[in-house]
């Protein structure tokens, strides 16, 4: 099993910045994907960004150029690092972790973006 710990999120201005973070914990196998999916009132949910235990990083169209992803694997933990936000950025955001075809996910942290 493992457990996730997501902080950060809020309501910001558009145009300013928020930072998460999710901290893993328990059975971390080092060959893994952590990340953040995200989802609006209405929509379904959908990747944001993600980066794998070796550094790959994947995002979302919509967020690059404006979101970065980094993590620190001897902690476990993930950042989302989110810049010129939009109120289209919206949503509950939700960290995951996956290895060995299994994926865990936090509780969800809230964004919201006001024009």
């Known amino acids: 099993q493992v457990q996730l710990v997501e902080s950060g999120g809020g309501l910001v201005q558009a145009g300013g910045s928020l930072r998460l973070s999710c901290a893993a914990s328990g059975s971390i196998f080092s060959d893994n994907s952590m990340g953040w999916y995200r989802q609006a009132l209405g929509k379904e949910r959908e990747l944001a960004a993600a980066?794998?235990?070796?550094?790959?990083?994947n995002f979302a169209a919509s967020v690059k150029g404006r979101f970065t992803i980094s993590r620190d694997n001897a902690k476990n933990t993930v950042y989302l690092q989110m810049n010129s936000l939009k109120p289209e950025d919206t949503a509950v955001y939700y960290c995951f972790f996956g290895s060995k075809d299994r994926v865990y996910w936090g509780q969800g942290t809230q964004v919201t973006v006001s024009s």
């Open positions: 980066i794998t235990s070796g550094g790959r990083t």
